[in-house]
């Protein structure tokens, strides 16, 4: 459920991007918000859940509007489906399980970010840098007894 504090700093956020303040638009920030690194399938599940019925369609359309304007970030790693998250802009990364998928916020070294400073930047101005760590998860490295 939407509350009035997210819902009116979503609107304001939505305004500053110059994008029309909407239910789908404020459904699904919510969602990303409250679920970090959602799949495309669960938005709409979280959407659906808020406000009924609503296309897929209209929940990409959102999701890229919202990604254009920088409130939030997609992020894919290697052989797995889009993700969202409204941590955006700080040059943060992420560690994936191997084995579920689970994945998690890993910040950027502290002091001086050296993953933004190229060896090699053939010309380019480096705004962000992306790593991904991967690993097996707390869950699925503890031994589950045999039932």
């Given at each position: 459920?939407?509350?009035?504090?997210?819902t009116t700093a979503d609107a304001s956020a939505l305004r500053e991007a110059s994008?029309?303040?909407?239910?789908?638009?404020?459904a699904v920030l919510a969602a990303v918000r409250e679920h970090p690194h959602a799949d495309t399938d669960q938005v709409i599940g979280l959407v659906r859940a808020e406000l009924g019925t609503v296309s897929h369609q209209?929940?990409?359309?959102?999701?890229?509007?919202?990604?254009?304007?920088g409130l939030v970030r997609r992020i894919q790693p290697a052989g797995a489906t889009a993700r969202y998250e409204v941590r955006v802009g700080d040059n943060h990364h992420h560690v994936?399980?191997?084995?579920?998928?689970?994945?998690?916020?890993?910040?950027?070294?502290?002091?001086?970010?050296?993953?933004?400073?190229?060896?090699?930047?053939?010309?380019?101005?480096?705004?962000e840098?992306?790593?991904?760590?991967?690993?097996?998860?707390?869950?699925?490295?503890?031994p589950h007894p045999p039932q």
């Open positions: 459920m939407l509350s009035a504090m997210t994008l029309r303040v909407t239910r789908p638009r404020l209209a929940v990409y359309d959102v999701l890229r509007a919202l990604s254009d304007a994936v399980c191997r084995s579920c998928g689970a994945i998690a916020d890993v910040d950027c070294a502290v002091g001086h970010a050296p993953c933004l400073t190229a060896s090699d930047s053939h010309g380019f101005v480096v705004d840098a992306e790593v991904v760590y991967w690993g097996t998860c707390p869950t699925c490295t503890t």
